[in-house]
């Protein structure tokens, strides 16, 4: 258990950044030190270099000067001399040579002349374990003898400080090792808290228990933007719940009645004997009974593969005109039943590709519907327009009913939503609610929209905008499909 903690540990998002961190932090700091210490050798080296050609010039100059035959070589040793006696704090020395790199004057701190290279140049060398910096200069001027003056100092002084710095350098080192782990834990930590919150929150979150959402610090970080994107998530998650779960408790309700009926007409039946033409009129209302369920059944699997996107669509070339067409001549016995006058208005090919059946079922029920909900003496006209412009099919079913209140409008396309109870049961009797649904559910598959609009005692207007296709009407699939309003 306490190893399966340890890897845990070792797994977390917070143990990762504190090694992250820590490793960044201790390359920056250790690579900045490293330059700094560079960076000062470079700058004491350089300043002894130009002390050094100071000092070599000033000795030539002086050779220059004092040099009056080889007798005067006594009052240039003395001058080199008192140079490098005011010069012997930073280890200087002096030496001057002739034409062959003889020695004629070398100051007396001045190392062991064997230690020297005849083909010297300015550098840097070591001598018995002490490291000098020597630059030297060629004396060439007319009157002269050739001379060679070699200035040098010792590195010790600048090698010390370098070692000091080193050594502060190595002790902010161990400090910042022993620091970055501790930074960069509590810094994850910080950074890490509003995950942690995210992943309380999401745990908690159950499918009955949607209300709960995730705090928004108002940073605007990626931090709340991922909580604002896990809340909206979350929304639809908790909108598509309550939603199946009012369309279950709709679904079992309505499930429910075909059923008692069908119990109800078997227990009846069942009662008493009867005679053979009884029992078929029983019989009749059972399959009746089983017809409805059926058809409630089938609409109900066709809402459900809309929901998962799995709804078989056949795409074929329709004459969408066609199928209305038949739609009209179907129902035009009902609508001069009911005392309805049922047209034809507009006239236009309306090729499209679909599923034939499926449009059919979309027609069908949009003039069944406009049939049902017009009382006697009023008119249905259904329009039917290919708006070229924008490669659009566009059917309207136009009634001149009593209309959809306000209130219930922007719920007609709702499952198992009915609307005006009085008004249903005045005009038509019966019907799932699930019609409009299945409409809307159709021409969303066909990358279409559908809209209702609808003005109390005038009338209504439904509105199906479909993609239109430049084909030949001659191909396109008009065959008709009766019987298949939702």
């Known amino acids: 258990m306490r190893f399966r903690r340890l890897k845990d540990v070792f797994r977390s998002l917070r143990f990762r950044l504190t090694v ?21 050798r470079f700058a004491l080296r350089h300043e002894i270099d130009q002390l050094l050609q100071q000092d070599a010039l000033e000795v030539e100059l002086a050779v220059a ?57 300015d550098g840097t060398m ?16 007319s009157g002269l003898p050739a001379f060679t003056v070699r200035v040098g100092s010792s590195l010790a002084s600048a090698d010390e400080d370098i070692a000091k ?65 896990i809340n909206r998530f979350l929304d639809l998650i908790a909108d598509y719940l309550d939603r199946n779960r009012e369309f279950v408790a709709n679904a079992a309700h309505e499930l429910r009645s075909p059923l008692a009926a069908i119990q109800s007409s078997v227990e009846v039946t069942l009662n008493s004997d009867r005679s053979i033409d009884e029992y078929k009129d029983r019989l009749a209302d059972i399959v009746d009974e089983c017809s409805s369920l059926g058809s409630l059944v089938n609409q109900l699997l066709l809402l459900a593969e809309s929901d998962a996107d799995t709804m078989q669509i056949d795409s074929k070339a329709v004459s969408l005109d066609g199928l209305t067409r ?9 609508a001069e039943e009911r005392g309805v006058e049922l047209t034809i208005g507009t ?37 039917m327009i290919h708006d070229r ?18 209130p219930d409008l922007p719920h007609v396309f709702e499952r198992f939503y009915r609307g005006d109870k009085s008004r249903q049961r005045e005009m038509q009797p019966g019907g799932t609610g699930l019609g409009l649904a299945i409409c809307q559910s159709i021409v969303h598959a066909h990358g279409g929209k559908i809209e209702i609009q609808s003005t109390p005692g005038v009338g209504t207007v439904a509105i199906v905008r479909l993609p239109a296709t430049p084909q030949d009407a001659r191909t396109a699939q008009a065959a008709p499909f009766a019987g298949s309003s939702a």
């Open 165 to 229: 710095v080193t050594q502060v350098m190595g002790i902010v080192s161990v400090l910042i090792v022993l620091l970055a782990p501790l930074g960069g834990f509590w810094l994850s930590g910080r950074a890490t808290h509003p995950l942690a919150q995210i992943i309380h929150t999401a745990d908690r979150l159950r499918p009955r228990r949607m209300e709960e959402r995730l705090p928004i610090r108002g940073t605007g970080d990626e931090l709340d933007q991922l909580s604002a994107t």
């Open 20 to 40: 992250w961190n820590t490793a960044v932090v201790l390359l920056t700091v250790v690579g900045t030190l490293i330059g700094v210490r560079e960076a000062l």
């Open 65 to 121: 000067d004092l040099y009056k035959s080889m007798d005067s070589l006594e009052a240039i040793k003395a001058e080199m001399s008192r140079k490098a006696a005011a010069h012997v704090e930073r280890g200087m020395f002096v030496e001057l040579l002739d034409r062959q790199d003889r020695v004629l004057w070398s100051s007396p701190n001045t190392p062991s002349e064997q230690k020297f290279k005849s083909d010297l140049v």
């Open 326 to 334: 038949h739609s009209v001549d179907m129902f035009r016995g009902a």
């Open 389 to 406: 412009d924008q490669q659009k099919a566009i059917l309207s079913v136009r009634d001149s009913g009593m209309g959809i209140s306000p």
């Open 126 to 141: 070591t001598i018995a374990g002490q490291r000098y910096r020597v630059v030297q200069t060629y004396l060439h001027k």
């Open 347 to 383: 006239y236009q090919t309306l090729p499209v590709r679909g599923d034939a059946q499926r449009l059919q079922q979309v027609v069908n029920n949009l003039i069944d519907n406009a049939v049902k909900f017009t009382p006697s003496g009023g008119t249905v006209t259904v329009d």
